[in-house]
Structure formats: C-alpha cells, structure tokens
C-alpha cells in the first residue's frame, strides 16, 4: 500500500468531505481516505497497482471540487 496526500479545493461543509470520501473510497485499490474540511486535503491509501494518483484526481474534479497536482 501506498499513501498520498492530495490538496481539495472547494469544500465549503461536512456534506463536501463526505462526497470527497465516497468518491475516493469508490475507487478501486482505495484502501482509505481521511478528508479534512480544515486542512483541504485528503490522504488516501492505496494500491498504487489498481489506480493512480491521477485517476483520484479525477475523480475528485468529475465530483465538482479542484485538486490541483
């Protein structure tokens, strides 16, 4: 497993954080992820053979907040 902390723009409540984390932990080889309102962030841990920084990435911008690289 790795780890990754991943800056998350555009959250404004805790209905954001639990959006972010759904869609993270939807993600397969997403063992885990811990959001932060607070610190705009989430570190996720996974299986970086399943899916990539990129893909979280994504996933998280598709769900309508920014995560810049």
């Known amino acids: 497993m790795a780890e990754v902390t ?3 723009g555009d959250m404004s409540c805790g209905g954001c954080v639990r959006n972010v984390t759904t869609v993270l932990k939807g993600l397969s080889g997403v ?11 989430a570190v996720v841990r996974y299986d ?3 899916v990539s920084v990129d893909v979280m990435r994504a996933a998280v ?5 920014s995560c810049p690289a």
């Not at 885990?32 to 607070?38: I, K, M, R, T, W």
């Open 61 to 65: 911008e598709e769900a309508g907040f």
């Open 31 to 41: 063992e885990d992820a811990q959001v932060s309102l607070e610190a705009a962030q």
């Open 48 to 50: 970086p053979a399943q």
């Open 6 to 8: 991943l800056k998350v």
